[in-house]
């Protein structure tokens, strides 16, 4: 059974820098799409980065472009998310999810919630003034 579990979450100050980490078991494969969501209150879990774990191969929506990192050890079946400036507009749960790349579901095709299978249980982000 696939499992993800998030951690790194915390308090900051904005302009200030955390690490998010998934580590996944149960994993067959080594070739998967690793995603990050976050979901703030009242608003709806928006895809913010993506990882091909076989190549490498990253992707970033325009909100965090330039200010976040995703990277993969995979050899420890572990994503990190480093998250650089942050705002409080990054204040939100943040999620890891995988998709085993069946159907094509993968970074550069899907960043939709409902397409991805496995999801970690979140790790609250929260960023001061």
């Known amino acids: 059974e696939v499992q993800l579990v998030e951690s790194g979450g915390g308090l900051v100050q904005a302009g200030g820098s955390l690490r998010l980490s998934c580590a996944a078991s149960?994993?067959?494969?080594?070739?998967?799409?690793m995603i990050w969501f976050r979901q703030a209150p009242g608003k709806e879990r928006e895809g913010v980065s993506c990882i091909r774990t076989n190549d490498g191969s990253t992707y970033y929506s325009n909100s965090v472009k330039g200010r976040f990192t995703i990277s993969s050890d995979w050899a420890k079946n572990t994503v990190h998310l480093r998250m650089n400036n942050l705002d409080t507009e990054d204040t939100a749960v943040y999620y890891c999810?995988?998709?085993?790349?069946?159907?094509?579901?993968?970074?550069?095709?899907?960043?939709?919630?409902?397409?991805?299978?496995?999801w970690g249980q979140g790790t609250q982000v929260t960023v001061s003034s």
């Open positions: 149960g994993l067959i494969y080594d070739d998967y799409a």
């Open positions: 999810a995988l998709s085993t790349l069946a159907d094509g579901i993968g970074c550069s095709s899907s960043w939709s919630p409902n397409d991805y299978d496995y």
